[in-house]
């Protein structure tokens, strides 16, 4: 089959025009050559190249890259994951197209109509939504990693921008998706997420209007934000995700992996793409598309009773990653928990590739005082936040947040923690001032993954801190 | 007068041309942009119309001194507070917006949401609510309660000025 395989006669990769056996050849085989100009199955590195250079897909990614970045505990092939997941929402995504109506009236019955009445159906919305869910999760680990690598220096500095943007738009994608199916859980969800949003000062309103499309959820909201989920942010996620990956090829591949005092290498061994790490992307896809069907086949999607406007459930959640936020409502007065630490995040992490900063890449979390700091960080965090949450439950649990000092004084509180955090580690880690931007970063984070685990497992009956068992009755 | 090519200030066709098109760029942009806001705009339901939806609530003996009647379909309930006037609260509870019902045992609203709480009056009992309850306008004609659900009047706490009385 020397058409297909590689070898001899193909060498050069291309086969021309005036390829000496063009008048031999038959109709089907001349046909053949015209879509497939080189080889399918590779016999040599160069049909490797060729072929890596000269496929569509393949060609986002480098021909070849350092030996050192192959191994898995070094990326946890993260990003590659993502990316499997939001190919696998595409397609279970066009398919209940096919049965979903974006109507305040029809939208509940036709996800009944697809669970009950569709074959397969219900594995696909399963499959959609841990998809989901599994993509928000692994999108943060892959910012973890990069941060704690420092993949974010130059010249990787702007794909850390758009790895942000495409963050937004998982978020954005989660959060239209979590209205469609039109049951009490969506409904009250996207009205309490909708209406934090009048805590903005001064356009706090006309953000509501627009986000609903009107002064409340009706029909105008649910095709709004249908829309948005069908067409505009998966464009947004195609044309962010390419270029994301292809600045990755053209910085020739991801930061090398090295040990403190190690230098960084000026040639670093290199190995072809083809087959060493497409066969590794392959095989780790493989396995999480087994582990999402049969999280799907054994676990099945939330769906409550169709929305009712009249009747509030009760405890009414935010979904599940935006319950952190719902939680700093519970302990700060509205703007500062709807705006100023929102956007103080959202600003700090955008700007972090800019700051002047020592450049360290490759080593995790920088040094040994950075891993011990970035310890002392999560210890503290898991800590203190629960603590600082009894007790501003037991102290002022029913005061007014949005006058006077008591929701202010929170801010104070959790200040003098992190100044006491930074402190401490001055005074006995003698940690550099990297280390402590980082130790600070990681004790955020772990505050917020214990704030979003007290908001989805001991908040219960209007919104009471409470034992997970005792949610349920 | 000659003009030296790359010479920065003098104006040549050539640029003058590239600026004219740079701005009618612009503009498209701008118009792009001004098409896909109209889209976005909310809509209004009856455009002509000046707002006004009046729900017939019925005639006043109906209803007793420190009652609360609820209507589902205009979103509020009819209170009917000691002096004999009337309210009618909105049922949307001022923090982020849950439907607050009205738990008779208690004598007041409590929201399911976050535990706040409302009295006959729609003032706030308990936080985090941090404003009392939305109002429509009474009208009391002929001895028959109307109210106006096309209006909604904010308000941060209840004044005796706010009861319509028959």
């Given at each position: 089959m020397p058409s297909i395989m590689g070898g001899s006669r193909s060498q050069g990769g291309v086969v021309t025009?005036?390829?000496?056996?063009q008048h031999e050849d038959g109709f089907l085989r001349r046909l053949w050559r015209s879509v497939f100009?080189?080889?399918?199955?590779?016999?040599t590195d160069r049909d490797r190249r060729w072929i890596v250079f000269n496929t569509l897909l393949l060609?986002?990614?480098?021909t070849q890259l350092p030996?050192?970045?192959?191994?898995?505990?070094?990326?946890?092939?993260l990003g590659g994951m993502s990316l499997v997941l939001i190919l696998l929402l595409f397609a279970t995504g066009i398919l209940m197209m096919f049965v979903y109506e974006p109507s305040p009236d029809a939208a509940y019955e036709s996800i009944t109509n697809l669970q009950d009445?569709?074959?397969f159906g219900r594995l696909v919305r399963n499959t959609h939504h841990w998809s989901a869910n599994f993509l928000v999760g692994v999108a943060l680990l892959h910012l973890l990693r990069v941060f704690l690598t420092g993949?974010?220096?130059?010249?990787?500095q702007f794909n850390w921008v758009v790895g942000l943007a495409l963050l937004l738009f998982i978020l954005v994608a989660n959060f239209t998706g979590?209205?469609?199916?039109?049951d009490q859980l969506s409904y009250w969800a996207i009205t309490i997420s909708t209406a934090m949003?009048?805590?903005?000062?001064?356009i706090g309103e006309w953000l509501q209007q627009i986000a609903r499309g009107g002064s409340e959820i009706s029909s105008t909201t649910l095709i709004g934000f249908y829309t948005i989920h069908t067409t505009v942010v998966p464009a947004a996620l195609i044309v962010f995700a390419a270029l994301h990956f292809w600045r990755v090829r053209k910085v020739k591949g991801v930061v090398i992996p090295r040990r403190e005092g190690e230098p960084v290498e000026d040639k670093p061994a290199k190995v072809l793409f083809l087959p060493h790490l497409l066969t590794r992307e392959v095989a780790v896809a493989c396995m999480l598309v087994a582990i999402i069907v049969l999280t799907s086949v054994f676990f099945n999607a939330p769906l409550g009773a169709?929305?009712?406007?009249?009747m509030s459930p009760n405890p009414a959640k935010a979904p599940w990653y935006f319950l952190g936020f719902q939680e700093l409502l519970l302990h700060f007065h509205p703007v500062i928990a709807v705006v100023l630490i929102p956007l103080a995040a959202a600003l700090f992490f955008a700007m972090l590739p800019y700051i002047r900063y020592r450049h360290v890449d490759?080593?995790?979390?920088?040094s040994e005082v950075g891993r011990r700091s970035g310890v002392a960080g999560v210890v503290v965090g898991f800590v203190v936040t629960p603590l600082l949450i009894v007790a501003d439950e037991l102290s002022s649990?029913?005061?007014?947040?949005?006058?006077?000092?008591s929701g202010v004084l929170p801010l104070v509180v959790v200040a003098a923690v992190i100044a006491g955090f930074v402190f401490g580690l001055r005074r006995l880690?003698?940690?550099p001032k990297e280390e402590i931007v980082q130790a600070v970063v990681i004790l955020l984070l772990a505050s917020m993954v214990v704030l979003t685990i007290t908001g989805v497992w001991f908040r219960g009956e209007g919104m009471a801190l409470v034992w997970p068992w005792e949610i349920g009755g | 007068m000659t003009v030296q090519p790359g010479d920065q200030d003098a104006t040549t066709r050539r640029s003058f041309l590239g600026r004219i098109w740079l701005w009618l760029g612009g503009l498209a942009i701008l118009e792009g942009a001004w098409i896909t806001a109209a889209i976005l705009r909310p809509r209004k339901e009856?455009?002509?119309?000046?707002?006004e939806e009046i729900v017939?609530?019925?005639?006043?003996?109906r209803f007793e001194v420190g009652s609360v009647t609820a209507f589902p379909t205009g979103k509020f309930y009819l209170t009917r507070v000691e002096d004999g006037g009337f309210l009618a609260l909105s049922r949307?509870?001022?923090?982020?917006g849950c439907t607050v019902p009205w738990v008779a045992g208690e004598g007041r609203f409590i929201c399911p949401c976050h535990a706040s709480s409302f009295d006959l009056h729609g003032e706030?009992?308990?936080?985090?609510?941090?404003?009392a309850l939305d109002l429509h306008p009474v009208r009391i004609e002929n001895g028959v309660v109307k109210v106006d659900t096309g209006t909604t009047v904010t308000r941060d706490a209840f004044s005796s000025s706010q009861v319509t009385r028959p």
């Open positions: 025009e005036k390829d000496q056996g100009r080189g080889p399918i199955v590779p016999a060609h986002f990614r480098p030996e050192k970045t192959l191994r898995f505990t070094h990326t946890f092939g009445d569709v074959l993949g974010y220096h130059p010249p990787r979590y209205l469609l199916p039109w949003l009048i805590y903005v000062p001064w169709e929305a009712n406007p009249g490759g080593i995790w979390m920088m649990g029913s005061a007014d947040l949005s006058s006077g000092l880690m003698a940690a | 009856r455009p002509d119309a000046d707002r017939v609530a019925g005639p006043v003996d949307r509870c001022t923090h982020l706030v009992l308990s936080p985090p609510a941090p404003r």
